[in-house]
């Protein structure tokens, strides 16, 4: 994952994706997107595209991170203080990867 903000488009090649939060799915499927209407993890949502984008590629490289792995990866700021939620909802975006239920 890396910040559009500071990545010109130009910069990429041809062989590297542009996936923004509208492709991550189309009618909100993705672990993730499900963690984060259940948990009701955004507080006011300014941050919560960046972080949902963020706690995909960490998951897609780390199918069962740790709080400290979440911890390291997410470094996107949250100014209302939705952390707890974040790791809480990433946990269960594990859960219904491996097709648990709470």
């Known amino acids: 994952a890396v ?6 488009v130009g910069s990429l090649t041809e062989a590297q994706n542009i996936v ?12 993730v997107q499900q963690a984060w209407i259940e ?5 006011c949502g300014y941050c919560q595209p960046g972080i949902i984008m963020t706690a995909a590629a960490l998951l897609k490289d ?6 400290a792995d979440i911890d390291a990866k997410v470094t996107n700021i949250c100014r ?19 097709g648990g239920r709470s």
Request: one cysteine or more; charged letters at 25%.
């Open 80 to 98: 209302c203080g939705t952390f707890n939620r974040v790791r809480r909802g990433i946990h269960r975006a594990v859960e219904i990867e491996k």
């Open 39 to 43: 948990h009701q993890v955004a507080q």
């Open 20 to 31: 923004t939060i509208e492709g991550l799915s189309a009618d909100g499927s993705h672990p």
């Open 62 to 67: 780390n199918p069962n991170p740790s709080d």
């Open 3 to 8: 910040r559009a903000c500071v990545v010109p």
